[in-house]
């Protein structure tokens, strides 16, 4: 069987190993970029509810997770989102900012893997899809395996991401290759992912199943003011998302369900200004109506005739609610995958293996993973921009 020679194999055709390849291929490099998907950038076309939440305009190296909080720096710094921005604003594609940095396609998804691949075409970027790898390994080259041949390169990108929606085809496939070149991994859980809870907390919750209201979430001195949403296993919405990155089992997280507002204040008010309403009526002004009958349930007195420690107690719950989860709903249903391939054995300007010469590890493989709101396809970006300028 002949073995076709390449200057760069890249593993995986998703958003990291795509920029990657373009850019190396930008630079005159002969490029094969490998996917066992029967399709480019599967998990950018579902992203964003179809429209791709592409970059944030706010990322900084301070808004990411991981065993080195500074390790991103050097890529997010030297690939920014204003200069993907520019790239897509190269190729018109029409977006908008949400909220909080959140950069949207205005239309859809597949304009941002059409841009892409339009780009690895125009750098003679040589896309292999439906491939998969039986075996990598590597004597004066890397020499990659697959159902459909043999090839060689003197350098080897991973670009295959992590566990995260397992249905899309994720695996750990990047972590077994780093770690049969000896590179370390650091612990590896799912990550913006929503949480779930037992007992008396999830009695409470199954029947608000639906309910969304917006709240400032919080575990240890990290606060989210986003959405939560109440579910029949728990709590998700984009608040609960970005908490669960730190969370860690056995802990307890703290809601404000009344941010920006004194909920014992408003009570108070209440009871002066309009004492013969129900508690019910007067919790429904703050809340949504079903997880105000929820709180009030059982109790029928007017304001007038509820003690003021039933207020500060109820004030107390809808501004300091602990509570303690029992686990997550796992990589099924998780945005990311924390951790990954260590970032003490990868250098940050190239994103190279410290002790492999010509073995590279980009995007979700490794251990440095975004906020929930563009953050992980700018590192996607940045860091396959950094390989692709080195291999």
Not at 133 to 160: K, N, P, Q, W, Y
Not at 167 to 186: E, N, S, V
Not at 369 to 376: D, I
Request: aromatic share 6%; charged share 20%.
């Amino acid at each position: 069987m002949t073995t076709s020679q390449f200057d760069v194999i890249i593993l995986g055709a998703g958003a990291a190993g795509l920029m990657c390849a373009m850019t190396a291929g930008g630079r005159g490099k002969r490029v094969l970029l490998l996917d066992h998907a029967d399709e480019a950038g599967k998990k950018i076309l579902i992203s964003g509810g179809g429209r791709c939440n592409f970059t944030n305009l706010g990322c900084t190296a301070e808004r990411f997770i991981s065993a080195n909080r500074h390790f991103a720096k050097s890529a997010l710094s030297r690939y920014t989102q204003h200069d993907f921005l520019a790239l897509v604003n190269k190729h018109n594609i029409a977006h908008h900012e949400k909220t909080l940095g959140q950069l949207f396609c205005d239309g859809s998804a597949r304009e941002i893997v059409a841009m892409l691949l339009a780009e690895c075409a125009a750098a003679h970027v040589d896309l292999r899809l439906g491939h998969r790898v039986t075996a990598v390994s590597r004597g004066d080259a890397f020499r990659v395996e697959t159902d459909h041949g043999a090839f060689e390169a003197d350098a080897l990108v991973l670009a295959t991401g992590s566990l995260s929606i397992p249905k899309m085809g994720a695996t750990g496939f990047a972590h077994d290759i780093a770690r049969q070149f000896g590179l370390r991994l650091t612990e590896i859980r799912p990550g913006l992912v929503p949480l779930t809870f037992t007992g008396d907390a999830l009695e409470l919750m199954r029947p608000l199943s639906g309910v969304a209201l917006p709240v400032i979430a919080r575990c240890g001195k990290a606060a989210f003011p986003e959405a939560m949403l109440f579910t029949h296993r728990g709590l998700s919405g984009p608040a609960i998302l970005q908490i669960s990155s730190l969370w860690r089992e056995g802990t307890e997280i703290v809601l404000d369900c009344l941010p920006g507002q004194n909920a014992e204040a408003e009570l108070r008010a209440r009871k002066q200004s309009r004492p013969r309403i129900e508690f019910k009526t007067a919790l429904s002004e703050l809340l949504p109506q079903r997880l105000a009958a929820s709180l009030a349930e059982g109790e029928t007195r007017t304001m007038a005739n509820l003690p003021d420690r039933v207020l500060t107690d109820m004030a107390g719950r809808l501004q300091s609610w602990r509570l303690k989860p029992a686990g997550t709903e796992g990589y099924a249903k998780a945005e990311v995958t924390l951790g990954g391939i260590d970032t003490r054995d990868l250098s940050q300007q190239t994103m190279v293996a410290n002790a492999v010469p010509g073995l590279f590890a980009i995007g979700e493989a490794v251990d440095v993973t975004g906020w929930l709101g563009g953050y992980n396809f700018q590192w996607a970006w940045s860091s396959g921009w950094c390989a692709g300028m080195a291999v």
